[in-house]
């Protein structure tokens, strides 16, 4: 509707006759003369009605009999922050501008509902009571989001919890809301204590954001104030495409506040299109902590689901790494499996031959299905009051279809990018052990007849001294070197392998010689092998990661991508984030340029700015790059405040990256290690960044 300003002429008028009376009639003052009744003012052209977060629109108004060419008095309004004092409604560049000339309306970048209506009024300035109304609703990208999605993620908590996890069904609505869903958390509660929770996930006041950018929030209410920061759960995440997000933990109130975060963790959102229950052979790879022992703790293998709710022991297959241990090797493993709940949920009841008598052991998961080949696992076995606990691990397994129960050596064949993420175990006790102090990435090529060649990997260990000297202390321990070695399939057919690498070049110091478990999961580009490390003598360490055949086509790095990373600085924080940015192989240097949110030392920082640069990438897909962090905060929470990283391409569409200054023989070292995953994205609407 159109709005007037009589009330403030009729109080001028009112404070001029007051001020004429008792005086002089000299001293009276006449009301200046009506406005021009002919005066009008029209939009040229009329603004759209709906424009998208982040968005900007040009408006302009022309005035007609305006003999003054006084021009144009503009306002701005909504329903959430009726005099816009918080910026809520968004901002215009001029609140005055000449008839004709435009003003620039910028939509806020985030919205707390689906939608908003704002209110921009162009008023005459030589006739204020002559205005024009456009009215535009400001809109998300929360269509992006609809139907069930699997999150799995992995990190550490503000308790003291040295692993952390929590894996999920959500259900969005396609409007900014959460309908409903199911969670399992691993966490530490105030007293340290280790333990599992399963809730379900409700709605209100449940919500999720998408901005034009695609990257996003998640807030999840629990009734249970002990998860997440006072009982409630947010995530950042930067969408891929409509079926995959990359997601981080951290608690957001909002853009510019900062807040304690109950966990810090990293990992991703898949939506979930089968839930049909599991058959067939499965690989399997999940890390964490052992309870009992508090030792950290990686197991993988192969689970057969030969019949409806059963894991026989034929064909299926595990290995155990109980801290510097490689305690269990290709023992046999058996158990149930439980229908799918409504929401994909299944309950994995196994017995397992682990620890050094490897006995039988009770071992509990929950699975969540993504899809007919991919299900999340989350140990469930450490609920309060249990007496059989085993661990708090997690990560994922891979069906391996027809190819079940028929791998050999050939199954390994051409070169395949790999990744691995663990714990340093070189400082005592090993229960002191930090997660996420080993970073790993590489590439190696197999020729389907047990020989590895053209192998090489940057391996960092932050808490390691062995390659320091009493010249030169140095803490932590860098190996990157061209490698090669061999390997050999379990005869029995199962898809497990063992792979030795050696003859490193460089070697490093005092050797190192760590032994690789890789599960295959299908067949040609379909087996993306997960893995479990082992290292022992001077480099003693415990990972667990994924291996993906590598394109045969050159390497290519350009476009948008989404990416994740995980940190560890000195040993003593783990952040977490996740972002967006843009490659530019054209620009001379090679240019990159994105934004991040960061979950750092247990604290939000959103909309964290970078740049960088990288190399051409090499004819194994290995390139060299620089991520520089530029955001505002002092601390500069995102690359501290520049690193330098190898990138792994995969193929044009995603790979690893690796910081690689941990160790700088003569200088400071900045006591950092991190590892990342980026993705090719594609921008949620034509014109969006």
């Not at 476009?559 to 967006?580: A, I, K, P, R, V």
């Not at 004819?619 to 990138?647: E, H, K, R």
Request: aromatic share 8%.
């Amino acid at each position: 509707m159109a709005t007037n300003r009589w009330s403030l002429f009729l109080l001028a008028a009112a404070i001029a006759l007051l001020g004429g009376c008792g005086g002089s009639n000299a001293n009276v003052q006449n009301p200046p003369p009506p406005p021009q009744s002919d005066v009008s003012i029209a939009f040229q052209p009329q603004p759209g009605g709906s424009l998208a977060v982040g968005f900007t629109e040009n408006l302009t108004a022309v005035v007609s009999n305006d003999s003054s060419n006084d021009g144009v008095d503009w306002s701005l309004t909504c329903q959430a922050d009726p005099d816009n004092k918080h910026g809520l409604c968004g901002s215009l560049s001029a609140l005055h501008t000449a008839s004709g000339s435009p003003t620039t309306y910028a939509a806020p970048s985030t919205l707390s509902t689906s939608s908003m209506g704002v209110e921009i009024v162009a008023y005459a300035t030589v006739a204020p009571t002559e205005n024009a109304v456009a009215p535009i609703t400001i809109t998300s990208f929360d269509s992006l989001l609809n139907g069930s999605y699997v999150l799995q993620l992995q990190g550490t908590d503000a308790n003291g919890g040295p692993n952390y996890q929590f894996a999920g069904v959500v259900v969005f609505d396609g409007n900014g809301g959460i309908t409903s869903g199911e969670q399992t958390v691993n966490f530490a509660d105030s007293t340290g204590a280790l333990l599992s929770k399963s809730d379900p996930i409700l709605a209100a006041p449940n919500s999720y954001f998408v901005g034009n950018d695609g990257r996003g929030t998640i807030t999840i209410t629990t009734a249970d104030d002990t998860i997440g920061g006072n009982g409630i759960e947010t995530f950042a995440f930067v969408i891929l495409s409509s079926f995959q997000a990359l997601i981080s933990q951290m608690d957001i109130s909002s853009k510019t506040v900062t807040v304690a975060t109950g966990a810090s963790a990293s990992g991703t959102m898949n939506l979930q299109t089968s839930t049909a229950a599991p058959s067939g052979g499965y690989a399997f790879a999940v890390s964490g902590l052992n309870v009992v022992k508090t030792l950290p703790l990686a197991v993988g293998g192969i689970l057969n689901v030969d019949s409806p709710g059963k894991i026989s022991g034929n064909g299926s297959v595990t290995d155990e790494i109980l801290g510097k241990k490689v305690v269990a090797t290709g023992l046999g493993i058996s158990g149930t499996i439980t229908a799918p709940d409504q929401f994909g949920a299944v309950t994995l009841s196994l017995l397992a031959p682990f620890g050094t008598a490897n006995k039988a052991i009770p071992v509990q998961f929950t699975g969540y299905i993504v899809d007919s080949t991919h299900i999340e696992l989350i140990e469930s076995d450490n609920i309060v009051g249990s007496t059989s606990a085993f661990g708090s691990t997690a990560g994922v397994a891979i069906g391996q279809g027809t190819a079940t129960g028929a791998f050999n050596n050939s199954a390994l064949l051409g070169s395949y990018v790999f990744s691995i993420l663990g714990a340093d175990l070189s400082p005592l006790p090993e229960s002191s052990a930090v997660p996420a102090t080993l970073t790993a990435a590489g590439v190696l090529t197999a020729d389907g007849k047990g020989n590895l060649t053209d192998g090489f990997t940057d391996t960092f260990l932050a808490l390691n001294t062995a390659q320091g000297t009493a010249a030169n202390p140095q803490t932590g321990a860098q190996i990157s070197a061209a490698f090669d070695g061999t390997y050999s399939a379990d005869t029995s057919g199962t898809g497990r392998a063992t792979l030795t690498l050696d003859n490193f070049n460089p070697n490093p110091k005092h050797g190192y010689q760590p032994v690789l478990f890789f599960y295959f999961t299908g067949s040609g580009s379909e087996n993306t092998p997960l893995i479990l490390e082992a290292g022992a003598n001077a480099y003693p360490l415990l990972g667990a990661g994924i291996a993906y055949p590598q394109s045969t086509a050159a390497p290519a790095f350009g476009g948008d991508y989404g990416f994740s990373f995980t940190q560890e600085l000195s040993g003593s924080s783990e952040n977490d984030g996740t972002g967006q940015m843009t490659a530019s192989p054209a620009a001379t240097p090679p240019s990159l340029s994105g934004v991040a949110d960061v979950n750092f030392s247990f604290t939000a920082n959103l909309d964290q700015p970078f740049t960088g640069g990288f190399s051409a990438p090499a004819s194994n897909g290995l390139f060299q790059g620089t991520l520089v962090d530029n955001s505002s905060i002092v601390s500069s929470v995102v690359f501290n405040p520049q690193i330098a990283a190898d990138f792994y391409s995969i193929d044009a569409g995603h790979g690893f990256f690796v910081e690689t200054d941990l160790v700088t023989q003569g200088a400071a070292q900045n006591g950092q290690v991190s590892l990342g995953y980026y993705a090719a994205r594609a921008p949620v609407c034509a014109g969006c960044p």
